[in-house]
């Protein structure tokens, strides 16, 4: 079955930081590119970030709003992708989920369930 | 960045009735390798991930009943469900893929009237 499971979520204080993981099985995940998308409590969906394949030089991309406080990376042979937040800040309040999308032919569109990060004092 | 609206926020609509949700984007996401619109319409229901309606703008994804239809060119799309069900109630979303960074309208959300 292809999934991916999301897990490190929890509640941090400002300025703090948290690393989140999204373990993959069921698919090639050395394959694939890998993002991370949030949602706000009772907001839309907006883009974290990506990173992709190591083949194309694993080279990742930021929203404007965490670029240069979160990381993304990712480790083939366990087939996990992480995501390392620092300096966290109350805005960064969601629900974070990682998925993998393609389409050509077919879609392939998976995402895990989500992991909840709340940052408060 | 692409900045994709949909309208309206809100809808009702009777069950059996249809239901039309617009999404329009800044700028063409046509992809010239297909000559096909990089979008996709994805539900999500309370607690849920987002799940995959339609790609292309047009194509429907293995699973998805065939009451849901995606539509439009150039910088104007439509989702039409046509006979709307209990179950459809939920929050759509369209999203961009032509170009980085992905992004998403915000959101519709869709009540039985």
């Known amino acids: 079955e292809v999934q991916l499971v999301e897990s490190g979520g929890g509640l941090v204080k400002p300025g703090g930081s948290l690393r989140l993981s999204c373990a993959a099985s069921?698919?090639?995940?050395?394959?694939?590119?890998m993002s991370w998308v949030r949602q706000a409590p009772g907001k839309g969906l907006e883009w974290v970030g990506q990173?992709?394949?190591?083949?194309?030089?694993?080279?990742?991309e930021y929203a404007a709003p965490v670029k240069g406080r979160f990381t993304i990376s990712r480790d083939d042979s366990k087939n996990t992708l992480y995501l390392q937040m620092n300096s966290l800040q109350t805005e960064d309040t969601a629900v974070y989920y990682c998925?993998?999308?393609?389409?050509?032919?077919?879609?392939?569109?998976?995402w895990g369930q989500g992991t909840v990060v709340t940052v408060s004092s | 960045d692409i900045v994709m609206t949909q309208s309206p926020d809100s809808l009702a609509v009777s069950l059996g009735e249809g239901a039309t949700i617009n999404c329009k984007s800044s700028?063409?996401?046509?992809?010239?390798?297909?000559?096909?619109?990089?979008l996709v319409w994805y539900q999500q229901k309370p607690g849920q991930p987002p799940k995959l309606l339609i790609y292309?703008?047009?194509t429907r994804e293995s699973g998805v009943p065939d009451r849901f239809s995606g539509s439009g060119s150039g910088t104007d799309f439509t989702l039409t469900i046509s006979s709307l069900q209990a179950e459809d109630v939920a929050v759509y979303y369209c999203?961009?893929?032509?170009?980085?960074?992905?992004?998403f309208g915000q959101g519709t959300k869709l009540e039985i009237k």
């Open positions: 700028q063409s996401i046509l992809y010239s390798s297909n000559n096909k619109n990089s």
């Open positions: 990173i992709k394949t190591k083949a194309e030089g694993g080279t990742t």
């Open positions: 292309w703008a047009s």
């Open positions: 998925r993998t999308t393609y389409y050509g032919e077919s879609a392939f569109d998976i």
């Open positions: 069921g698919f090639t995940f050395s394959n694939d590119w």
């Open positions: 999203q961009q893929y032509h170009s980085s960074p992905p992004t």
